[in-house]
Each structure stands twice: as C-alpha cells, then as structure tokens.
C-alpha cells in the first residue's frame, strides 16, 4: 500500500512538472489561441504594486496566460464544455439544433430584440432619402444592400431557449416599409435566398460560420452588376462561375464561429462547394466607380482570393462599418482623417450593405458624416444664385432638422425657460430666440461649430 502510495505521488509530481518543463524548453509548439486578445505583461515588481496589491494580481494573470501547454488546456477545457454540455465556451457562438453554429447577434436582431423603434427607423429612412436625392442630382446611385441573415435562413435551427416562437418587430422588417414608402432604393437579397432555399444546388450558409458562402455572395454581385448596367445602360464587367471545387478544408470566413471557440476538434459539418469565378474584365467593358461602405459580410467577396469587387469595378473601395478604408492607404486609413463628402460625391454607385446582426447599427453614421460635409460647403454660399438643386434639397432637409430640435426645447422645460430668459433679457422674440438656439444647436451637431 505505501509502495502505491509513492508511485502515485511520482506520478502527479512529473504531472506538475510537464508544464514547468514546457515553459522553460519549449519542446512542443503549440497552436496559438484565436482571437483577438491583449497578452498579459509580466509586471514590474515594487513596493507600491506590492502593497496595493496590483502585482498580485498582474503576476497571476502572467503566470495562468504562460504556463506551459497553456493553449492546449484553454482548449481542452473549451472542448469538454462544447462536447459534454452542448454551450459555447465563448460569448457569441450559439450552438442551435443539428449542431448549426449561429452567432447571437444575428439571432436576437431577428426576433426583433434589438429593434430601434419606429420613429428612429423613420428619420434615418428621411436623411437617407435626402442624401440619395442629393446624391442623384450629382449622378451618384445610392443602393441599400440586405444581404441574407443566418438566423432568418435557418428559424428551425433556433435554440428553443430563445422562443423563436414569440419573434416581433425587426429592423429588417421596418427599413423594407419604409424604403418602399419613400422609393429608397434597395435590393433584398434576404428574401430573395430565402424564397430559394428549397432549391438552392450549392449551401448558402456553413455549419460552422456566421457569414454567406462565396457562391450565396456570388449570385448577390451578379445582381448587382446587372442593376448597375441597367442604370448606366454600359456592358459592365462582370464574371461567370465555370465550374465548382468541394475540398476537405474551409476557406475564408466559413469557419469563423468554431475558430473563435478554440477547440482541440472540428466538429462535424456539411462540405462546402465553391465557385470557379473567371472575370470579363477586358479594355471593352465598363468598370463603374463603387464604394461599399459594409458590416464583415463584405469581406466574402472581397477576400484576395475572391476579389470579385476589386476586379469587376474601377477601384473597389471598401469602409468597414464606414471606420476603416480599404485598400489600406498610407498613411492614411480611416474616414475621419478624408474629404468625406467629397470622396462619396466622386463615385458613381455607393453601396449601403447591412445584414442581419447589424441592422441597429445601420447607417454606420453614414448619413451625418455626410451631411455634415454638405453644412459646410452650404455655409460658403452666400448668394441665391449659387444654390444648386442639392442644395435646395439640403435646405429641406436642415428646415426639417431644425424644426425637430425646436420641438426638443418645447419638450424640455428647463431648456425652453432658459430661452424665455433669453429673449427677456435681450428683448428679442421668444419664437426667435428658440429658432436661434435651434440653429446654433443644429450646427453643433453638424459638427461646424465645436
């Protein structure tokens, strides 16, 4: 019995001592852990961080992150809570029935969850409408792209715990009345995969990601094209699919949700087909100037070994959630740091793409970046003749504007009395002292005052 004893004790000894072992010698090279994540600092030791306990603290957390086989028992465990219990190690993923991977966002902005409202859906839909306005007479095409969504592709394969049951009011849903009601103009290619479903010869969704196939984001860009000839009446550049591969291995983004679980196995999942694209792009045909301001959803076709916007349109330029630009210029790379107005006003098609998990976040800004360029230039002009259509409908747009911010101050108490002491005070108009104060205001949040 002691014999046994001691055996065991060896035993859990040279168990400790691997990793130790591991992280001095490095002798197996594990598979860095995906995601982004800030790496722990090993801290600095000294009296104040010893006696406020921040060493403490820092010291562990270096400790637990370096150990050795760090990253192989981050993905055991991930694994064990996957494999047994049926979860997601991780806050995103959801795992839905038939093991159909779903990214949360997309399930809650569905069933209506993260609905904006009507009202605000309403006034986005009028400043949408104004800068498309503005943008036709500038012979700009404005398109509003909803690609499909993964949660309204699959309602089946909902987790029951959501009660996909009770679904309400979605974004979605209340930007496609309104857009039909003030002629925004826009393709739905939600409804359109949808309504295919039964019939669709390829996948349109992965088991295991959260975004469209290259052959679902394919057939999108050849209505695109064929929309954008129809409004240029030009033979555009374009492409054709030849042919299919099926390999043994996911490319792109079609495994993005079981990457970001970090698990020691890929689970089971349906092969994925994809498409053989040849470009007809030569001298003859007509490569339009197009900017895609997009969520991640982009990012399929706009893959390097996809490249279907980069090689069918003049410059394929690309803002992600209207932050960031690509292609990468340097030095540089984000919106705010460009002639934004000036930029959008040079294309010939500029494209809104909002998918599903994003449609609360829909227009990225778009609309006040804009417009804010469009105050700008608008304060310069001085005499009636300078005024252009734009201009007249810009002026629409800023009356409209100006009279929602008079209605906040009458619905503010304490904003609307500090105006009547105004007007007291310098013996001015009530009604033209709130309309002052409304300009002022407006032009605060047009970012021309600071």
């Given at each position: 019995m002691e014999k046994f004893k001691k055996i065991w004790f060896l035993f859990f000894m040279v168990l400790l001592a691997i990793p130790m072992l591991q992280n001095y010698t490095g002798w197996f090279r594990e598979k860095p852990l995906n995601g982004a994540f800030i790496p722990a600092v090993k801290?600095?030791?000294?009296?104040?961080?010893?006696?406020?306990?921040?060493?403490?603290?820092?010291?562990?957390a270096y400790i637990e992150e370096n150990i050795g086989f760090h990253n192989f028992l981050v993905r055991f465990n991930n694994q064990l809570i996957f494999s047994v219990f049926r979860e997601s190690p991780v806050k995103g993923p959801v795992i839905g029935k038939n093991g159909i991977l779903f990214e949360e966002s997309y399930i809650i902005s569905y069933l209506g969850k993260t609905f904006v409202g009507e009202e605000k859906i309403a006034e986005i839909t009028?400043?949408?409408?104004?800068?498309?306005?503005?943008?036709?007479?500038?012979?700009?095409?404005?398109?509003?792209?909803?690609?499909?969504?993964?949660?309204?592709?699959?309602?089946?394969?909902?987790?029951?715990?959501?009660?996909?049951?009770?679904?309400?009011?979605?974004?979605?849903?209340?930007?496609?009345?309104?857009?039909?009601?003030?002629n925004i103009n826009y393709i739905d290619f939600n409804k359109y995969i949808i309504q295919m479903k039964d019939t669709a010869s390829k996948a349109i969704y992965c088991d295991l990601g959260a975004?469209?196939?290259?052959?679902?984001?394919?057939?999108?860009?050849?209505?695109?094209?064929?929309?954008?000839?129809?409004?240029?009446?030009?033979?555009?550049?374009?492409?054709?699919?030849?042919?299919?591969?099926?390999?043994?291995?996911?490319?792109?983004?079609?495994?993005?949700?079981?990457?970001?679980?970090?698990?020691?196995?890929?689970?089971?999942?349906?092969?994925?087909?994809?498409?053989?694209?040849?470009?007809?792009?030569?001298?003859?045909k007509y490569r339009p100037k197009v900017l895609a301001i997009s969520d991640s959803y982009w990012w399929t076709v706009y893959a390097p070994n996809v490249a279907i916007p980069q090689n069918i349109f003049s410059n394929g330029g690309?803002?992600?959630?209207?932050?960031?630009?690509?292609?990468?210029?340097?030095?540089?790379?984000?919106?705010?740091?460009?002639?934004?107005?000036?930029?959008?006003?040079?294309?010939?098609?500029?494209?809104?793409?909002?998918?599903?998990?994003?449609?609360?976040l829909f227009p990225y800004d778009f609309c006040n970046?804009?417009?804010?360029?469009?105050?700008?230039?608008?304060?310069?002009?001085?005499?009636?003749?300078?005024?252009?259509?734009?201009?007249?409908?810009?002026?629409?747009?800023?009356?409209?504007?100006?009279?929602?911010?008079?209605?906040?101050?009458?619905?503010?108490?304490?904003?609307?009395?500090?105006?009547?002491?105004?007007?007291?005070?310098q013996n001015t108009d009530v009604n033209t002292m709130m309309y002052n104060n409304a300009l002022y205001t407006y032009k605060i949040r047009a970012g021309v005052i600071k």
């Amino acid at each position: 019995m002691e014999k046994f004893k001691k055996i065991w004790f060896l035993f859990f000894m040279v168990l400790l001592a691997i990793p130790m072992l591991q992280n001095y010698t490095g002798w197996f090279r594990e598979k860095p852990l995906n995601g982004a994540f800030i790496p722990a600092v090993k801290p600095e030791l000294t009296i104040k961080s010893l006696w406020n306990e921040t060493y403490q603290d820092s010291a562990t957390a270096y400790i637990e992150e370096n150990i050795g086989f760090h990253n192989f028992l981050v993905r055991f465990n991930n694994q064990l809570i996957f494999s047994v219990f049926r979860e997601s190690p991780v806050k995103g993923p959801v795992i839905g029935k038939n093991g159909i991977l779903f990214e949360e966002s997309y399930i809650i902005s569905y069933l209506g969850k993260t609905f904006v409202g009507e009202e605000k859906i309403a006034e986005i839909t009028f400043e949408l409408k104004t800068v498309q306005e503005i943008l036709k007479s500038k012979g700009v095409e404005l398109l509003i792209i909803f690609p499909p969504g993964k949660a309204s592709y699959y309602p089946e394969y909902i987790p029951d715990r959501y009660k996909p049951e009770k679904k309400s009011r979605n974004n979605y849903e209340a930007y496609l009345e309104n857009f039909e009601a003030e002629n925004i103009n826009y393709i739905d290619f939600n409804k359109y995969i949808i309504q295919m479903k039964d019939t669709a010869s390829k996948a349109i969704y992965c088991d295991l990601g959260a975004h469209w196939t290259t052959y679902a984001s394919a057939l999108a860009m050849d209505s695109i094209v064929k929309y954008m000839e129809n409004k240029t009446g030009k033979d555009h550049a374009g492409f054709t699919i030849t042919g299919f591969e099926t390999p043994d291995t996911l490319r792109n983004q079609d495994d993005d949700l079981y990457k970001t679980m970090n698990l020691l196995f890929l689970p089971p999942y349906r092969k994925i087909a994809y498409p053989k694209i040849q470009f007809n792009n030569n001298g003859e045909k007509y490569r339009p100037k197009v900017l895609a301001i997009s969520d991640s959803y982009w990012w399929t076709v706009y893959a390097p070994n996809v490249a279907i916007p980069q090689n069918i349109f003049s410059n394929g330029g690309f803002w992600f959630y209207n932050k960031t630009i690509y292609p990468v210029r340097d030095p540089v790379q984000n919106v705010d740091a460009i002639n934004y107005k000036q930029e959008v006003d040079n294309q010939e098609f500029v494209l809104l793409v909002t998918t599903e998990a994003t449609n609360h976040l829909f227009p990225y800004d778009f609309c006040n970046k804009y417009l804010i360029g469009y105050e700008a230039d608008f304060l310069t002009k001085t005499n009636p003749g300078d005024y252009t259509k734009a201009d007249s409908m810009y002026m629409v747009f800023r009356q409209k504007s100006i009279d929602g911010i008079i209605q906040e101050i009458n619905a503010n108490e304490d904003w609307k009395n500090n105006i009547i002491q105004q007007a007291k005070d310098q013996n001015t108009d009530v009604n033209t002292m709130m309309y002052n104060n409304a300009l002022y205001t407006y032009k605060i949040r047009a970012g021309v005052i600071k």
